[in-house]
């Protein structure tokens, strides 16, 4: 006996810029959605996108309403100076990310003009805030009618599958950020871990700076795929059930969790409302020069000369350099300190 399987026939990917259609899809469709944008006559390609409740939206282009013919960067969460390559099929988790999140911040429902130039020398893409009083009655900015969805993935399911969590209605009347909630029950383990992922997307994930995570002293990252290993841990008696509630909106994040039957409710936030807490200290703690450029491990105090800017002096050692990590509110449990990539990690006590 024989098996046939008939698999999609291959698509040679154009090198050059003939005029054709490209498509832009993102996460603020939950990548679903495969959208061509305008092309003018100049040549360029353009398109409007609204930044929603996480205050950052990644994307990438195509030729075709695939990723047969991807037009990608060469690393994730690329800003508009990355190296563009394709069309291709190689584009899979290589993303270009509008960050609204920087210096200066973009706020939810600001809308950016996405504009990609092709010619045979190079391809070129850009993306710049759009003012309000340049935005059309009629206009349709890419990601203004969809609405996320929110997933619990635990140790409870062997971290097999997402289960869902349903929106709750605000009936107060007020104006709340949009708020989700499940539940799950503790296991003979009588603990359990969880991480909380959007559209289903593991690249999306929302997970504590640290690992087995049950302090609410540790701020909590995301939407990215870099938590790997980093869950939330709740601990109660077997069959007890437990109640997940997480909202977010215009880039700041809550999570909750309640336990009827202890009485206990835990509350973690997001890294920014961390960090930008009334009366957060931070201490350098490493090896810096002494007045005969001798290093010495010490602490030093940084000053906060604005909500969020910490800084402090330091003297360099004989050789020029200074080692260091940055400890908060004084706790060895809390420290921020970089990876290989030089990219900030933490508060945790994996330094």
């Given at each position: 006996?024989?098996?046939?399987?008939?698999?999609?026939?291959?698509?040679?990917?154009?090198?050059?810029?003939?005029?054709?259609?490209?498509?832009?899809?993102?996460?603020?469709?939950?990548?679903?959605?495969?959208?061509?944008?305008?092309?003018?006559?100049?040549?360029?390609?353009?398109?409007?996108?609204?930044?929603?409740?996480?205050?950052?939206?990644?994307?990438?282009?195509?030729?075709?309403?695939?990723?047969?013919?991807?037009?990608?960067?060469?690393?994730?969460?690329?800003?508009?100076?990355?190296?563009?390559?394709?069309?291709?099929?190689?584009?899979?988790?290589?993303?270009?990310?509008?960050?609204?999140?920087?210096?200066?911040?973009?706020s939810e429902g600001t809308v950016f003009e996405v504009?990609?130039?092709?010619?045979?020398?190079?391809?070129?893409?850009?993306?710049?805030?759009?003012?309000?009083?340049?935005?059309?009655?009629?206009?349709?900015?890419?990601?203004?009618?969809?609405?996320?969805?929110?997933?619990?993935?635990?140790?409870?399911?062997?971290?097999?599958?997402?289960?869902?969590?349903?929106?709750?209605?605000?009936?107060?009347?007020?104006?709340?950020?949009?708020?989700?909630?499940?539940?799950?029950?503790?296991?003979?383990?009588?603990?359990?871990?969880?991480?909380?992922?959007?559209?289903?997307?593991?690249?999306?994930?929302?997970?504590?700076?640290?690992?087995?995570?049950?302090?609410?002293?540790?701020?909590?990252?995301?939407?990215?795929?870099?938590?790997?290993?980093?869950?939330?841990?709740?601990?109660?008696?077997?069959?007890?059930?437990?109640?997940?509630?997480?909202?977010?909106?215009?880039?700041?994040?809550?999570?909750?969790?309640?336990?009827?039957?202890?009485?206990?409710q835990l509350t973690w936030y997001?890294?920014?409302?961390?960090?930008?807490?009334?009366?957060?200290?931070?201490?350098?703690?490493?090896?810096?020069?002494?007045?005969?450029?001798?290093?010495?491990?010490?602490?030093?105090?940084?000053?906060?000369?604005?909500?969020?800017?910490?800084?402090?002096?330091?003297?360099?050692?004989?050789?020029?350099?200074?080692?260091?990590?940055?400890?908060?509110?004084?706790?060895?449990?809390?420290?921020?300190?970089?990876?290989?990539?030089?990219?900030?990690?933490?508060?945790?006590?994996?330094?």
């Amino acid at each position: 006996s024989a098996i046939r399987y008939e698999l999609p026939r291959p698509v040679a990917p154009r090198v050059q810029p003939i005029g054709q259609t490209v498509f832009i899809c993102g996460t603020w469709s939950g990548w679903k959605d495969y959208d061509a944008m305008e092309r003018g006559t100049d040549g360029a390609y353009r398109c409007t996108v609204r930044l929603g409740p996480s205050r950052c939206e990644k994307f990438f282009l195509s030729c075709s309403q695939d990723t047969y013919e991807a037009i990608h960067p060469l690393f994730d969460e690329a800003d508009q100076t990355a190296q563009i390559v394709g069309p291709d099929w190689d584009g899979k988790g290589l993303n270009f990310m509008i960050d609204g999140r920087g210096d200066g911040g973009s706020s939810e429902g600001t809308v950016f003009e996405v504009c990609f130039t092709w010619t045979e020398e190079r391809k070129k893409l850009a993306w710049q805030k759009v003012a309000a009083s340049y935005m059309f009655d009629d206009a349709r900015p890419l990601g203004g009618g969809f609405e996320h969805s929110y997933q619990l993935r635990g140790s409870w399911r062997d971290w097999q599958g997402f289960q869902e969590l349903r929106r709750v209605e605000n009936s107060s009347g007020s104006v709340v950020a949009p708020t989700f909630e499940g539940t799950f029950r503790i296991g003979f383990r009588l603990q359990e871990e969880f991480q909380i992922v959007r559209d289903g997307d593991m690249a999306q994930a929302f997970y504590p700076c640290s690992t087995r995570c049950s302090q609410t002293t540790v701020p909590f990252r995301g939407p990215d795929g870099h938590g790997k290993g980093r869950n939330w841990l709740i601990r109660g008696a077997q069959h007890e059930t437990v109640k997940v509630v997480f909202s977010c909106a215009d880039g700041r994040a809550s999570l909750r969790v309640e336990r009827p039957a202890a009485q206990e409710q835990l509350t973690w936030y997001d890294w920014e409302t961390w960090a930008l807490k009334p009366g957060r200290s931070l201490q350098l703690s490493g090896s810096f020069g002494s007045g005969g450029g001798r290093a010495e491990h010490s602490y030093l105090p940084m000053i906060e000369e604005s909500p969020g800017l910490h800084v402090a002096e330091i003297v360099l050692d004989a050789v020029g350099g200074a080692s260091f990590q940055v400890l908060a509110d004084e706790r060895t449990d809390l420290v921020l300190y970089p990876n290989e990539e030089m990219t900030l990690q933490g508060p945790d006590t994996e330094a």
